[in-house]
């Protein structure tokens, strides 16, 4: 899991991507309950919505090397 995790942050967005989206967050009037940081972030959480649950934890174990 070190090397996944590792890889993942070489590949994440940059700090100032996650700070603007902090940003948007603390001082937004209308607080939603996530804000997705990044365009990874916004496609997982587009897939989350509309792929079943079961696909999407296939999908997710895959790409960290985890058994199906």
Do not use: C, H, I, W
């Amino acid at each position: 899991m070190n090397a996944v995790v590792r890889k993942a942050m070489e590949k994440g967005d940059s700090p100032e991507v996650v700070a603007k989206t902090v940003l948007a967050a603390a001082t937004d009037r209308a607080p939603k309950r996530r804000y997705a940081a990044g365009k990874m972030a916004r496609q997982v959480s587009l897939l989350r919505r509309f792929v079943p649950a079961s696909a999407f934890d296939k999908s997710l174990r895959r790409q960290n090397g985890l058994p199906a």
